[in-house]
């Protein structure tokens, strides 16, 4: 309960509603079983599920786990930034569609949705009675100063919002494995059905010290301390990869290097990267549908400036024919 009251509290600050923690908040083993969950609940098999792309694997695969069918809507390059293609959205609901899968930040893009963007999805969700499954798992995570925003808040969103957050990113506690979903109270005892004969239930032991990481301050957390130091890292990358197709991340961890157009495929850069340059870049294949192949992911995460600083002469050197 304790743990339960502190998300409610962190949502209603958010939200600015009222969140009972007793019937709209369920704790899960960590934000990927918390996302499991809510498909679980509101996805029949045949249901058409709207994602972004590209967006993480984890979200594409829990859809199919679930029989779900993935429908994309794709990321832009416009002004060096990615954006929601609008139009692709209002094309892509069908009479099968159950629900939109969003997560924002975006990853691996790092794309962040703007003002225009989250309208457009939520009178999506709205005139045509959808779910809004929102992966909040870095919500926290934006540069630049960009303003904190919760889809819940636009009007007429709260009763179709399905809010999933974790501790792992925005807190660094990756391994604990605590999660939470919050939505309205019809849709929540399913969720919670889904999570007791999923995993019964997360560490006891795990769950109280994040109930005091939520209770605390800024200071106490360090997330804004985090936050800037994520962004320096940032932009040492975008510095020394100038001369390539690189998008700033605008939030979350990662963002996307464009090999298709040196030639080669996500897989094959991987590898050279990884031989030549000793990097790790994760290959985009089957992360999205028009945009996957041609990317290869670069995690600034965990990897402080100074590993960082000479990333643009190990890409070339990788990269060269």
Not at 8 to 33: F, H, K, W
Not at 185 to 193: D, H, K, L, N, P
Not at 215 to 243: C, F, M, N, P, Y
Request: net charge negative; hydrophobic share 40%.
């Amino acid at each position: 309960m304790e743990l339960r009251s502190a998300v409610a509290a962190r949502l209603n600050s958010q939200t600015g509603i009222d969140y009972d923690p007793n019937t709209q908040v369920v704790i899960t083993c960590g934000g990927m079983e918390g996302l499991l969950d809510t498909l679980l609940a509101v996805v029949d098999p045949g249901d058409e599920v709207i994602l972004t792309d590209p967006t993480y694997a984890g979200m594409i695969n829990r859809t199919r786990l679930v029989g779900g069918v993935p429908v994309f809507v794709q990321f832009r390059s416009s002004g060096n930034e990615w954006r929601l293609d609008l139009d692709r959205l209002a094309d892509a609901v069908t009479s099968k569609t159950r629900s939109l899968f969003i997560m924002n930040p975006s990853m691996p893009s790092g794309a962040v949705l703007n003002q225009e963007e989250w309208d457009a999805i939520a009178a999506t969700c709205i005139d045509n009675d959808l779910w809004l499954i929102y992966n909040a798992a870095m919500e926290n995570i934006l540069f630049d100063e960009r303003p904190y925003f919760h889809p819940a808040s636009l009007d007429g969103m709260a009763e179709r919002t399905i809010t999933v957050g974790s501790a792992s990113k925005e807190y660094r506690m990756i391994g604990w494995k605590v999660g939470w979903v919050v939505g309205p109270e019809q849709v929540m005892e399913s969720i919670g059905t889904v999570h007791i004969y999923n995993t019964a239930d997360a560490v006891g032991l795990t769950q109280t010290a994040v109930a005091a990481v939520l209770a605390g301050s800024e200071e106490d957390t360090g997330v804004e301390v985090a936050i800037a130091e994520w962004q320096k890292r940032r932009d040492v990358i975008v510095d020394e990869l100038s001369e390539y197709n690189l998008i700033p991340a605008a939030g979350g961890w990662s963002m996307l290097l464009e090999v298709g157009q040196l030639g080669f495929t996500s897989v094959e850069a991987s590898e050279r990267l990884l031989s030549v340059g000793k990097i790790a870049a994760t290959y985009m294949r089957d992360w999205g549908h028009e945009n996957s192949d041609q990317y290869v992911r670069l995690v600034f995460s965990n990897e402080p400036v100074e590993r960082l600083t000479g990333i643009g002469e190990k890409t070339k050197a990788s990269l060269l024919r």
